[in-house]
């Protein structure tokens, strides 16, 4: 194992508390940025530290880090260093980030028992192509080159600093490459900021949560069901603040439609072909590569009872699995994160339904930034049911949510882990309690929505309805706000 590959796996040993321990809490400052169109996906960075100015300039350097790091990984850039060593096969020279990943994936192909793979460049190509001809791919063909596949190693040699692909090798380093970013970030981060008290380093939902915000005991992160669209039908919510790593795998928010059909973003290396009603995870590890491709991993496993059986016996890795029809299996040690039960769906007293619109923008779409609500008809909170996007600089644009609940409720869940989403279709359910944890009477309520997106527009929607009075209830939707679907059960 390479000096690297030991840094990781040790990363996240170090307490919680630093030299900053003894800073009272007004004392600490926070900051929080949010960026779209990184590493093709979301940033979202928060820390918590004495000095400002100091917070402000890490997140330029983490920015310029995952420049740096895109460079050599992306496999949608042909100047990268991977598209480089795909087409010439053998490079001399290779960066020390390029031979640890080469390191890397031989050592979760070999830990994953070979459903994880980071050799899959020529299958997924295939796939690419069959999605622009809404043509299925030859299964023959592609069994004979994922047996091919399977068979090949890279091999990689610190001493000359090469690297050499065997055919029919092409490397396509998703599964591990974003894990392998947030460890090498926070480490940078680490350095920068040695009083900082708390960092959350999120991308893509992919995310590394360590110390803790000066309110409560930890960072508090809920769970979304990986297999489903639905953002707060929360699966648990975990806390920790000794440093973690939470990453989920799902099947449905990152398809292909091909000929009718839809298929997952996650192959199988052994016969070249999508994962059919494959099983979402939840991977908590004590570092990002861990989880990353560990959640993956889990994903490829006969059941959920298989895959939680697997992930107990890895060093550092806890995770929760469940399958299309809902049913779940935890690790051993899964429990020790829980921060709080989660209620069943059948004692949803609420369902919602809503749309985000897709727009065509000239400079990128940015997503919305999304808060729902529920009040009673003077206006009170009673609970805050979403929020996407936790950066208050541009929460703010929320401007009623932000009068309402924002400012005055700093204990919202600091993230949530899920898939990467795109415009569609979503679902919130909710169990009745209001914030305290206490259950709601039955009365008249009004439920708000809001949305805001920087280039974009920003719309309100309310809806008045009778809590313990079975109805359903609909919005056609305004702008940033697609069609409203409520159900009272």
């Known amino acids: 194992m390479s000096r690297f590959l030991l840094a990781i796996f040790s990363l996240f040993l170090l307490p919680s508390t630093l030299a900053a321990q003894d800073i009272q809490n007004e004392d600490i400052q926070k900051f929080e940025r949010h960026y779209e169109g990184v590493l093709g996906t979301t940033l979202d960075l928060t820390f918590y530290g004495p000095e400002l100015g100091a917070l402000e300039a890490a997140a330029d350097i983490a920015l310029a880090e995952i420049a740096r790091l895109d460079?050599?990984?992306?496999?949608?850039?042909?100047?990268?260093?991977?598209?480089?060593?795909?087409?010439?096969?053998?490079?001399?020279?290779?960066?020390?980030?390029?031979?640890?990943?080469?390191?890397?994936?031989?050592?979760?192909?070999?830990?994953?028992?070979?459903?994880?793979?980071?050799?899959?460049?020529?299958?997924?190509?295939?796939?690419?192509?069959?999605?622009?001809?809404?043509?299925?791919?030859?299964?023959?063909?592609?069994?004979?080159?994922?047996?091919?596949?399977?068979?090949?190693?890279?091999?990689?040699?610190?001493?000359?600093?090469?690297?050499?692909?065997?055919?029919?090798?092409?490397?396509?380093?998703?599964?591990?490459?974003?894990?392998?970013?947030?460890?090498?970030?926070?480490?940078?981060?680490?350095?920068?900021?040695p009083e900082a008290t708390g960092i959350k380093l999120d991308i893509g939902g992919d995310a590394i949560y360590w110390g803790q915000p000066p309110l409560g005991d930890g960072w508090r992160v809920g769970i979304a069901n990986p297999l489903t669209r639905s953002d707060a039908d929360l699966l648990a919510t975990l806390s920790t603040h000794n440093g973690r790593a939470i990453t989920a795998s799902g099947h449905t928010n990152r398809v292909r439609r091909i000929a009718g059909q839809e298929f997952s973003h996650i192959f199988d290396p052994a016969t070249g072909w999508p994962v059919q009603n494959g099983i979402g995870a939840v991977a908590v590890a004590k570092s990002a590569v861990t989880s990353d491709a560990a959640a993956t991993a889990m994903?490829?496993?006969?059941?959920?009872?298989?895959?939680?059986?697997?992930?107990?016996?890895?060093?550092?890795?806890?995770?929760?699995?469940?399958?299309?029809?809902?049913?779940?299996?935890?690790?051993?040690?899964?429990?020790?994160?829980?921060?709080?039960?989660?209620?069943?769906?059948?004692?949803?007293?609420?369902?919602?339904?809503?749309t985000l619109p897709s727009f065509q923008t000239r400079g990128g779409y940015s997503r919305p930034y999304v808060a729902i609500w529920i009040t009673d008809t003077r206006q009170m909170l009673r609970k805050n049911l979403l929020l996407l996007g936790e950066d208050q600089r541009w929460a703010r644009e929320n401007s009623r949510w932000w009068r309402q609940v924002g400012r005055s409720n700093p204990g919202l869940l600091d993230g949530t882990a899920r898939p990467t989403r795109a415009p569609g279709e979503y679902q919130i359910g909710w169990d009745g309690l209001d914030e305290n944890g206490k259950p709601l009477p039955a009365g008249e309520y009004m439920l708000h929505l809001e949305a805001a997106r920087q280039d974009g527009g920003h719309n309100y929607l309310s809806l008045r309805f009778t809590l313990g009075a079975a109805q359903t209830l609909e919005l056609p939707g305004e702008g940033e706000l697609g069609r409203i679907l409520l159900q009272i059960h």
């Open 299 to 354: 994903s490829l496993q006969t059941t959920v009872e298989d895959a939680a059986a697997w992930a107990s016996i890895q060093p550092d890795l806890d995770a929760l699995a469940i399958d299309a029809s809902g049913h779940q299996a935890v690790s051993d040690q899964w429990k020790d994160f829980l921060a709080e039960e989660i209620v069943a769906e059948n004692a949803r007293v609420l369902t919602l339904n809503y």
């Open 71 to 193: 460079a050599i990984f992306s496999n949608y850039r042909s100047d990268s260093e991977v598209s480089r060593l795909n087409r010439e096969r053998l490079i001399s020279g290779a960066s020390p980030e390029m031979l640890d990943i080469i390191e890397l994936c031989a050592l979760w192909e070999r830990v994953s028992q070979n459903r994880f793979s980071c050799k899959l460049g020529r299958i997924i190509a295939i796939w690419n192509q069959a999605e622009q001809t809404q043509e299925l791919p030859d299964r023959a063909q592609l069994l004979a080159l994922a047996a091919a596949t399977a068979g090949a190693q890279p091999q990689a040699f610190r001493g000359t600093r090469s690297i050499s692909l065997p055919e029919p090798v092409e490397l396509e380093l998703s599964g591990i490459a974003t894990g392998y970013i947030l460890d090498q970030v926070f480490n940078l981060l680490h350095q920068k900021l």
